[in-house]
């Protein structure tokens, strides 16, 4: 259940965030969850229902996208979206990657009950 501690901290982020902008109510908050984190999005949704009961994320709406899995081949540069099972390149078929993407997990964004937003994002 390592679901538990990272949604702990996402609601204190949420909350936090929420109280600096002199917010009310959040609203929703838009989650970004790598493909290679492991997180199960409903367990993330189920440990976020129960953590955020009595605080002001209480009842807000969970969106939470996955972010597939990216990596950038070291030898030719190629940028490609890659399989758990299969991180060669497509390209050389080089070994030699960087991840680029896969392994975030953040708050994308919030909506919360006024007065202002954070990031200066609107509601999309
Ligand atoms: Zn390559």
Redesign the pocket.
Known sequence: MHELAITTSLLTIALDQARAAGAGRIVSIRLKVGELTGYVPEAVETNFRALSAGTAAEGAALLIERAPLRCT??????EYPARPDDF???????SA?TITGGREMFIESMEVESPVTPQGKGPS
């Open positions: 081949c070291r030898a030719c540069g190629r060669t390149c497509p390209d050389c078929r080089g990657i």
